[in-house]
């Protein structure tokens, strides 16, 4: 997840797409990626993981896929929604080399889930909705559909893991459909309690 998901937060728990509820505490984190790992108290099932094969940076065109737990509280917490966009630059804001941009909706909550191509590979984290009206008050002009993720690369680095670096070939290409179904369990939602 994002390390400001979970910034100044008590007890920690995840949910994921099926249901299953597991307590967590947080065991690393940087600031300079906003990324945080959480350690379950019970694991989920080894085939809940995404593997780290399957976890590589994406060029512009590439599919995005969102997946997570925005706004739970309007939008319900049983089951992530999905959107749908591309990789619009292969770098973030200011030409950020540990973002990108993407043009998928993201809300507050989308903080920390995972972003997907259609191959079901692990491309990005979502760490942030572009500020579309400070941008107006600064520009006078108002950006639509940018959105930023840090790169698959510098979790894989935060993590001191390999990634499929030109191995194997990706998986087939998939409807969204299938890629909901395939990854409702991998996806989780934190739910903290803020530390008075």
Do not use: C
């Not at 100044?8 to 994921?16: D, F």
């Not at 200011?94 to 997907?116: A, V, Y």
């Not at 941008?135 to 680095?157: F, W």
Request: net charge positive; charged share 25%.
């Amino acid at each position: 997840t994002n390390n400001h998901v979970i910034k100044n937060t008590g007890k920690v728990a995840v949910r994921n797409g099926v249901g299953e509820v597991r307590l967590a505490r947080v065991i690393k984190i940087t600031t300079k990626d906003d990324l945080a790992v959480l350690e379950l108290a019970k694991a989920f099932p080894e085939d809940y993981a995404i593997p780290f094969g399957d976890m590589a940076d994406a060029g512009p065109g590439r599919s995005a896929v969102v997946m997570g737990f925005p706004m739970a509280g309007v939008f319900g917490w049983r089951q992530p929604s999905l959107t749908e966009g591309i990789v619009s630059k292969a770098s973030g804001l200011r030409d950020n080399p540990g973002t990108f941009l993407i043009t998928s909706k993201m809300n507050k909550g989308n903080s920390g889930g995972p972003i997907f191509d259609r191959h079901g590979r692990l491309i990005g984290v979502a760490v942030a909705k572009l500020d579309t009206i400070k941008i107006y008050e600064k520009k006078g002009s108002l950006p639509e559909d940018m959105n930023i993720a840090i790169k698959a690369s510098r979790v894989l680095n935060f993590l001191n893991r390999k990634g499929n670096e030109g191995g194997r070939s990706p998986a087939p290409e998939m409807k969204l459909e299938d890629l909901y179904r395939t990854m409702l369990a991998k996806v989780v939602m934190v739910a903290a309690a803020m530390r008075k």
